[in-house]
């Protein structure tokens, strides 16, 4: 199944699309883009007859819980196992090469 795919049908698609290609890769785009459109054609000759729409396999049940709100916890608990805190935060070593402060 070969198809008549130029370079010149290459770059028109790539100007469309508002890409540019160097003139010694067109030919890689050619052949490749060659095959995809070849596969495309040998999908069309496929009898569907009888065969169910489908728009993805997964089924489309909702697996999310319901959005109920909870209590947070209790930042003091919390705190209780962090080596140092400032200010109601967890203080952290200086992540700046330097060590500076941002």
Do not use: Y
Not at 36 to 46: C, F, G, H, K, P
Not at 67 to 74: H, L, S
């Amino acid at each position: 199944m070969a198809n008549n795919l130029t370079k010149e049908d290459v770059k028109h698609v790539a100007q469309l699309a508002k890409l540019e290609f160097p003139e010694n890769e067109i030919q890689g785009f050619t052949d490749t883009l060659g095959k995809i459109i070849d596969m495309i054609e040998t999908l069309n000759e496929v009898d569907t007859t009888g065969v169910e729409f489908t728009m993805n396999v997964a089924d489309n049940e909702s697996r999310m819980r319901e959005d109920v709100a909870i209590a947070g916890w209790n930042r003091d608990e919390l705190l209780k196992n962090v080596p140092t805190t400032e200010n109601g935060f967890i203080q952290v070593p200086a992540m700046l090469a330097d060590g500076g402060d941002a």
